[in-house]
Nanobody, 124 residues
Framework: QVQVVESGGGLVRPGGSLRLSCVAS????????MAWFRQAPGKEREFVAA????????AYEDSLKGRLTISRDSARNTVYLEMNSLKPEDTAVYYC?????????????????WGQGTQVTVSS
C-alpha cells in the first residue's frame, strides 16, 4: 500500500506563485511514477504534470507549460509542483497520484494511489 499526502495549497492572488508538496510512503517512492492532477468544481479531473522515478523524465499538460515545474526529492520521498503566474482558472483541488504501471499517463484510471487533495484558490 502506498500513501500520498499533499500540502501547500491556499489562497493566492492572480499572478502569484505556490509550491505544492506530495510526500509518498517508503519504498514505493523509488518504484512509482508520480503525477499531479487537478479538479475544478463541475469539471473532470485533468492531468497537470508527471515525473519518472529518476526525475529526468517529465511531462506537462500543454496548456500549462511555462508556468509549472515538477520535481522530486528522493531523500525526502517528496514530489513538488511549483506554479507561477497563477490565474483564476487554476483554481481547483490539486491531487498527487502514483503508479507503477504507466509513465506520463494523462488518464486518472492508470494511477493506483491518490492523496486527498489540496485546495488552490486564485482570487483577488
Amino acid at each position: 500500500q502506498v500513501q500520498v499526502v499533499e500540502s501547500g495549497g491556499g489562497l493566492v492572488r492572480p499572478g502569484g506563485s505556490l509550491r505544492l508538496s506530495c510526500v509518498a510512503s517508503g519504498r514505493a517512492f523509488s518504484t512509482h511514477y508520480m503525477a499531479w492532477f487537478r479538479q475544478a468544481p463541475g469539471k473532470e479531473r485533468e492531468f497537470v504534470a508527471a515525473i519518472t522515478y529518476s526525475g529526468r523524465g517529465i511531462a506537462y499538460e500543454d496548456s500549462l507549460k511555462g508556468r509549472l515545474t515538477i520535481s522530486r526529492d528522493s531523500a525526502r520521498n517528496t514530489v513538488y509542483l511549483e506554479m507561477n503566474s497563477l490565474k483564476p482558472e487554476d483554481t481547483a483541488v490539486y491531487y498527487c497520484a502514483a503508479t507503477s504501471r504507466v509513465p506520463y499517463s494523462y488518464t486518472p484510471g492508470n494511477y493506483d494511489y491518490w492523496g486527498q487533495g489540496t485546495q488552490v484558490t486564485v482570487s483577488s
